[in-house]
Nanobody, 130 residues
Framework: QVQLVESGGGLVQTGGSLRLSCAAS????????MGWFRQAPGKEREFVAA???????????DYANSVKGRSTISRDNAKNTVYLQMDNLKPEDTAVYYC????????????????????WGQGTQVTVSS
């Protein structure tokens, strides 16, 4: 089992940047595919970004169209942490951001469906002012 704790959220102006972190406890972090999701008030939780587990020569990543080109997901297995760098933030990025983990044997797979994931963090609030 893994526990996830997000951090790095806050209040930022339009055009600003934030780097979210998700620290995982437990062993075998590298065996988990990781994802970031967000939920704005009154809306459903939605996919933001995903990264494959480690084991291959590269990590595979994917992004929602709404953040593609403005966000970068990465992982540091030595620190049991996954990151989401977000640049050129917009008011519509305002939401609670959650990280999620899925134990998988496939090193080239990433996942973008909520039901794919086994573990979730409590979330960190990101607010972008106009």
């Amino acid at each position: 089992q893994v526990q996830l704790v997000e951090s790095g959220g806050g209040l930022v102006q339009t055009g600003g940047s934030l780097r979210l972190s998700c620290a995982a406890s437990g062993r075998s972090f590298s065996a988990y595919a990781m994802g970031w999701f967000r939920q704005a008030p009154g809306k459903e939780r939605e996919f933001v970004a995903a990264i494959s587990r480690s084991g291959g020569s590269v990590n595979y990543v994917d992004y929602a169209n709404s953040v593609k080109g403005r966000s970068t997901i990465s992982r540091d297995n030595a620190k049991n942490t996954v990151y989401l760098q977000m640049d050129n933030l917009k008011p519509e990025d305002t939401a609670v951001y959650y990280c999620a983990a899925k134990l998988t044997g496939y090193s080239s797979s990433f996942y973008f469906a909520i039901d794919d994931y086994d573990y979730w963090g409590q979330g960190t609030q990101v607010t972008v002012s106009s």
